[in-house]
Nanobody, 125 residues
Framework: QVQLVESGGGLVQAGGSLRLSCVVS??????????MAWFRQAPGKEREFLAS????????YYADSVKGRSTISRDNAKNTVYLQMNSLKPEDTAVYYC????????????????WGQGTQVTVSS
């Protein structure tokens, strides 16, 4: 059983920044063998892909909604993936989830097999 724990969410003003973290653990889980991604979901809306990072080469992908103001990174030694978000907007308000996928997982939620419980991000003004 793979477990993911997100942290770093909270209440911020528009234009502010947050860094989200996700620590992954599991008895037989090899963090470096999997792709990681961040999604978000606002109440009553579909889960939205934000960014992903492959297991090797540091290859990253971003949704247009966050491209240029967000950075996904990973530290395989710490089994942790990060999402740095800058220039936050009220429309960024949502629950943010990290997810584990196969090495070539893309932007579809179906490609990810383990999810965290989420961390709330609320952007005011």
């Amino acid at each position: 059983q793979v477990q993911l724990v997100e942290s770093g969410g909270g209440l911020v003003q528009a234009g502010g920044s947050l860094r989200l973290s996700c620590v992954v653990s599991g008895r037989t889980f090899i963090f470096s063998s999997y792709a990681m991604a961040w999604f978000r979901q606002a109440p009553g809306k579909e889960r939205e892909f934000l960014a992903s990072i492959r297991s090797s080469a540091g290859i990253t992908y971003y949704a247009d909604s966050v491209k240029g103001r967000s950075t996904i990174s990973r530290d395989n030694a710490k089994n942790t993936v990060y999402l740095q978000m800058n220039s936050l907007k009220p429309e960024d308000t949502a629950v943010y989830y990290c997810a584990v996928g196969r090495v070539l997982a893309g932007d579809s939620a179906d490609a990810y097999h383990a999810w965290g419980q989420g961390t709330q991000v609320t952007v005011s003004s």
